[in-house]
């Protein structure tokens, strides 16, 4: 069965800062790879999404994730954080079955002044 | 455009009693799926709808079922409601089965008490 691993259930930042959350999956098929973002109190908003068209996928607010098969990992970095990026992260995986979609157990971003 | 809608924001419940739960779908999109999501943790998928038949299910008891109606609206029912129920039930649309992207609804959030 498929997992997502994500690794630093927290992680912390100062504003202007490299973002990096890490996900690594464990599957024996070609994955389809999100990132979602939730803020408190909402649904999950899609952030990116790999579907092997490029390794290197750009998303929304400044976003982008590598997809690096020899090392199973999708993980999502942005090159200066803002004080609007804290939120939770969560990576997901789908096979492109019917079997939903599996998440990992999330990152909480922290932005400190 | 109108997004992933879902009713009622919040719900309190008692052990033993049934909730449904209702989920309007992204305009053009004729697949749902639900999700748990609980306190701290990443969602669980409960099942998909395609064109009102259930497409694909993951580890949930027969308790949890649903319906999709041919506006492609659906329903998330629970039977006999348990403390461990307590959670906030995401739907997400989608415009296929399989690897298309989900957009998700705010949310329900179930207490049960």
């Known amino acids: 069965a498929q997992s997502v691993t994500q690794l630093g259930s927290h992680v912390s930042v100062s504003e202007g800062a490299l973002v990096l959350l890490r996900c690594n999956y464990s599957s024996s098929v070609p994955p389809y790879l999100f990132w979602y973002v939730q803020y408190p109190n909402q649904g999950l908003q899609l952030l990116l999404k790999?579907?092997?068209?490029?390794?290197l996928v750009k998303g929304i607010n400044g976003f982008e994730a590598e997809f690096k098969k020899s090392e199973t990992s999708f993980h999502l970095t942005k090159p200066s954080a803002h004080m609007s990026d804290a939120a939770e992260y969560f990576c997901?995986?789908?096979?492109?079955?019917?079997?939903?979609?599996?998440f990992g157990k999330g990152t909480h971003l922290i932005i400190q002044p | 455009e109108t997004g992933v809608t879902q009713s009622p924001t919040h719900l309190i419940k008692t052990r033993g009693q049934q909730v449904t739960l209702r989920c309007s779908s992204q305009?053009?999109?004729?697949?749902v799926s639900w999700y748990q999501q609980a306190l701290g943790q990443g969602p669980q998928f409960i099942f998909q709808?395609?064109?009102?038949?259930?497409?694909g299910r993951g580890n949930f008891p027969p308790r949890f079922s649903g319906l999709q109606f041919p506006n492609y609206s659906s329903e998330l029912n629970v039977n006999a409601l348990e403390l461990d129920d307590s959670a906030l039930y995401l739907c997400?649309?989608?415009?296929?089965?399989?690897?298309?992207?989900?957009?998700f609804g705010p949310g329900t959030r179930l207490t049960v008490l």
């Open positions: 997901a995986y789908s096979g492109g079955g019917a079997d939903g979609l599996t």
């Open positions: 709808y395609y064109r009102e038949e259930e497409n």
């Open positions: 790999y579907t092997s068209a490029a390794t």
């Open positions: 997400a649309s989608s415009l296929g089965r399989g690897s298309d992207t989900q957009y």
């Open positions: 305009s053009g999109h004729n697949t």
